[in-house]
């Protein structure tokens, strides 16, 4: 073979792979539904066309080309793709716990388009999710908005393009409890507060560095070295430059009110706390911040700093005027995000719109994603779900999810095994008996193994 | 003396003020003569009634139906339409023996040992658990509370969900635990290789052979010397039940291949009273568990499936696949790690979505469980002479936004608050506000 034939199949071979699915979109009508916009009411008996992966129309008796495909949903609810601000799955890891402050980390760089998770939180409606570095340190990691587009074998083709950056920080027992067992600060409330101002402390000095040595290089003559790089460093920094969403781990109202008065300190504007299991206790201080909260919507007593929480804990914060959400945190909630919304139905009578926004516009706010994502509304992405029953009622069954107006997700048709991609190393015996919620705490997951490698522990 | 006056005037304020709070909600459960009036009554036996009457009287159900004599005396409480319900029963718990979850002070439902039967429950039931009242505002008014740990690990015990001491609350049902041998692994924590798991189930198979056998020789030596002479045994002593068929033995048993095996242990070793608990992969056995003729008490209903290659529904449709093989099939929460037994209803209503029927789904949280564990004449369903356990509700009870709003527990008309009503009532409109 000829070296331009070898270079012309390298190239097609290349265009095949790392195209494919970062480039793939639908087109489909989605016809006569009761269609719950989410932002603009609900619509009875209504179609949806989306083109190319977006939303081009919304209105009655669409036509399309013959050809397109065509969902009937007559009898079904529709409803924007459902969003998880809180989510690890689709992660080979979740820690970075070998130091207190490792915001130089990214969970981007460890996606795995393979794990079966990503089907099952379609199979729950669940199209978008915020792939969260864990807790266990108080500065943890970057985090990826990812689009759950199974299927792909491209983990970069998994990062939903150009959502805003993300870090997770954290407060409270998990960063605490982490110190303790290193013997390094931070082992209480107090020593959380200060390695975080320090951290930014230290950021605005190097800034300063940076800013300096920018500004005198132009001048001609200058002769000097730049100052050291670091990454660490220098994503604080994009943090107080604000272009770095800020998503902090935090369950007391203490700690909370405690990360209000550092990120006003040093200027940080955009703030999402996660779990705020007490948020509903310091809602109006929350609320005046411009801060938001995306929270469970029943879980506690798996720890002391959630022994205090209440169920009505959403309902509260909405009422204060905190913008809400709900999230998962978990492989098994992810896939009925849906139901967890339900929750604020009973737990403070919340009405329909309001609850389908704690899993659809109000988690694309807090991921900075709200002109893609969130509600059907032309222009925006071809994310749906769709159901048999009301999504708010137990009997809710979701028929088919579509991401960029692709159906990864149809009951009808999908065959049991999913998997994508099998472990060779796996017998078909092998089983996995999961308990509910925090008995296994995700958000620690690889912590406790570094705990075990550095302690030799096994506990 | 114009300082006295306002003072007398604070303390009328006070005093109004007490007593206001005092009257709108007693934190106290209330007995006496109720006639529940003008409900649709879901008796779970005996069908569904429009326009009916419940009266509970001496905390038992003394007439249910329409074209009921209510009482001279009895507080009438005019339902307006809504739904009664028995009392829900969540037969997999650890209610009153975890406070929190992550703190050893604030759990007692492990004891060490591998073969500790003798580890009783009821003994260490906190009956002032911040768990009982969320649990029983939501209408589950009746709960297994058991220990876990290893293979034998202690004797679970049903329990009403109030009272003021274990005894009070006790509701007639003890069973032993049995950890099946287990193949499978245990959460995503649990990186122990197949050959490893496989050795530690065939060596806890050793084990639990090794005790049964004793406890067989136990049993009869004891009932040869009627009951004296045999010694100190304490294992054994809570087991000789088991053996006699006196007491159940509720197997814990998850995978296919270990279901397999405690079908053919169960026979081998010719245990009269089992029920099986868990069964997540019970629909890949249902027809061989309905030739046993063993009763399933299934859950967490709403969960992952244990394969990955696994439909995603597998845990959702398992109850349902088992019924319609004809196995006897209760539904538990298996909410532990989460303390949300209030849930109970949710996973019924995942069954029904994932193809159970409505009937046998409220059968599973009702009146099944207590068949299964021998209490059905005294609850699982609004019929006369049973115990008051009971709820009121706004619509059905398996939908998210229904609300309760009665609830009776062996009688007493208990507060409809717990710790996180009373977090809302105090935090939704908090005081002062952003002022100091």
Redesign the interface.
């Known amino acids: 073979m000829k070296m331009k034939n070898i270079l012309l199949l390298l190239v097609t071979f290349s265009i095949l792979t790392s195209g494919n699915a970062q480039t793939e979109k639908g087109t489909v009508l989605i016809k006569n539904g009761t269609v719950l916009t989410i932002t603009k009411g609900t619509l009875a008996n209504s179609d949806i066309l989306i083109k190319d992966g977006k939303i081009s129309q919304v209105g009655k008796g669409l036509t399309v080309p013959e050809g397109t495909r065509v969902i009937d949903a007559t009898g079904l609810f529709v409803m924007p793709g459902i969003i998880d601000a809180h989510s690890h799955i689709a992660l080979d890891q979740i820690n970075e716990g070998t130091n207190a402050i490792t915001p130089e980390v990214y969970t981007g760089d460890v996606l795995n388009p393979f794990q079966?998770s990503i089907?099952?939180a379609l199979?729950g409606g669940c199209s978008v999710s915020h792939a969260l570095h864990g807790s266990a340190n108080s500065i943890g990691g970057q985090s990826q908005t990812i689009k759950h587009r199974w299927g792909t074998y491209d983990a970069d083709a998994l990062k939903m393009e150009g959502a805003p950056r993300t870090i997770k920080f954290a407060l409270g027992?998990n960063p605490t409890g982490h110190g303790r067992r290193d013997g390094v600060q931070p082992q209480t409330r107090m020593g959380v507060e200060f390695v975080i101002r320090k951290a930014f402390s230290e950021a605005k000095e190097y800034s300063a560095r940076w800013d300096a040595y920018n500004k005198a290089k132009v001048v001609k003559g200058f002769r000097g070295a730049p100052p050291a790089y670091s990454l660490r460093m220098q994503t604080l920094a994009d943090i107080l430059k604000g272009e770095i969403i800020l998503h902090c781990h935090s369950y007391r109202a203490d700690e909370i009110q405690m990360m209000l008065k550092v990120t006003k300190d040093f200027g940080i504007k955009r703030l999402v706390f996660q779990h705020t299991n007490e948020g509903?206790?310091v809602?109006?201080?929350i609320a005046?911040a411009g801060a938001m909260a995306s929270v469970f919507a029943?879980?506690?007593?798996?720890?002391?700093e959630v022994?205090?929480?209440?169920?009505?804990n959403a309902?509260?914060l909405v009422?204060?005027g905190v913008l809400t959400s709900i999230n998962s945190d978990s492989?098994?909630l992810i896939?009925?995000l849906y139901?967890e919304a339900?929750?604020t139905?009973?737990?403070?009578g919340l009405n329909d719109d309001e609850a389908l926004s704690l899993i659809t516009i109000n988690p694309a706010k807090q991921l900075g994603v709200e002109n893609r994502v969130g509600s059907i509304e032309v222009g925006k992405d071809g994310d749906i779900a769709i159901f048999r029953?009301h999504p708010?009622?137990?009997?809710?069954?979701p028929q088919y999810t579509l991401v960029d107006g692709l159906v990864r997700f149809d009951r009808e048709k999908d065959p049991?095994?999913?998997?994508i991609m099998?472990?060779p190393k796996?017998?078909?015996?092998?089983?996995?008996?999961?308990?509910?919620?925090?008995?296994?705490d995700?958000c620690m997951?690889d912590a406790?193994l570094l705990f075990e490698a550095v302690t030799g522990e096994n506990k | 003396m114009k300082k006295t006056q306002s003072l007398s005037g604070a303390l009328t304020v006070a005093i109004f003020l007490f007593v206001g709070v005092a009257s709108a909600q007693s934190p106290k459960g209330k007995s006496g003569v109720f006639a529940l009036t003008n409900a649709t009554l879901e008796t779970v036996t005996k069908g569904t009634i429009a326009n009916g009457t419940v009266v509970i009287s001496g905390g038992k159900i003394t007439a249910a139906g329409t074209n009921i004599q209510i009482p001279a005396g009895a507080e009438v409480i005019n339902c307006n339409g809504m739904k009664i319900y028995p009392g829900m029963i969540d037969a997999g718990t650890k209610i009153g023996l975890v406070e929190v979850g992550s703190i050893p002070q604030g759990t007692d439902e492990r004891e060490s040992g591998e073969i500790i039967p003798q580890m009783k429950a009821l003994t260490a039931v906190n009956p002032n658990a911040t768990v009982i009242p969320v649990t029983r505002i939501s209408g589950v008014t009746t709960a297994i509370t058991m220990p876990e740990g290893g293979l034998l690990p202690g004797t679970a015990a049903l329990i009403n969900l109030h009272g003021y001491t274990p005894d009070q609350m006790f509701a007639g049902f003890e069973g032993v635990i049995l950890n099946f041998p287990n193949t499978g692994r245990r959460g995503f924590g649990d990186r122990r290789t197949e050959e490893e798991l496989k050795k530690a189930s065939e060596k806890a198979l050793v084990q639990l052979n090794d005790v049964w056998d004793k406890a067989m020789q136990y049993s009869k030596l004891d009932s040869a010397t009627a009951g004296k002479g045999v010694g100190y045994y304490p294992e054994l002593q809570a087991l000789v039940p088991v053996i006699r068929g006196e007491r159940a033995l509720m197997i814990e048993v998850n995978a296919q291949k270990d279901i397999q095996a405690a079908l053919k242990w169960v026979q081998e070793k010719k245990v009269k009273r089992v029920i099986f608990t868990g069964v997540s992969e019970g629909w890949r056995e249902a027809e061989n568990i309905a030739k046993a003729n063993i009763p399933v008490i299934a859950g967490p209903v709403i969960a992952i499936p244990n394969r990955d290659y696994d439909r995603y529904d597998a845990q959702y449709a398992n109850p349902g696949l088992m019924r319609k093989a004809g196995v006897r099939v209760a539904i538990r929460s298996g909410e532990e790690g989460n303390g949300n037994y209030r849930n109970l209803p949710y996973h019924a209503g995942f069954a029904v979505a994932y193809g159970m029927s409505k009937e046998d789904a409220l059968r599973a949280v009702t009146i099944v469980p207590a068949e299964i564990l021998g209490v059905s004449d005294q609850m699982g369903s609004i019929e006369v002479g049973k115990t008051a356990n009971l709820f009121v509700c706004d619509g059905d009870i398996f939908e998210t936004k229904t609300q309760v709003s009665h609830v009776f527990v062996a009688g007493w008309k208990m507060p409809m608050q717990s710790r996180q009503t009373l977090l809302y009532d105090e935090f939704l409109k908090r005081e002062p506000g952003l002022t100091k």
């Open positions: 079966v089907y099952r199979a027992e509903f206790k809602a109006p201080e005046a029943d879980w506690w007593q798996y720890k002391l022994y205090f929480s209440t169920a009505y309902a509260i009422r204060n492989p098994d896939r009925h139901h339900a929750k139905q009973k737990y403070g029953n708010l009622s137990i009997y809710a069954v049991a095994d999913m998997r099998v472990d796996q017998t078909d015996e092998v089983t996995t008996i999961y308990e509910i919620g925090h008995g296994y995700f997951q406790s």
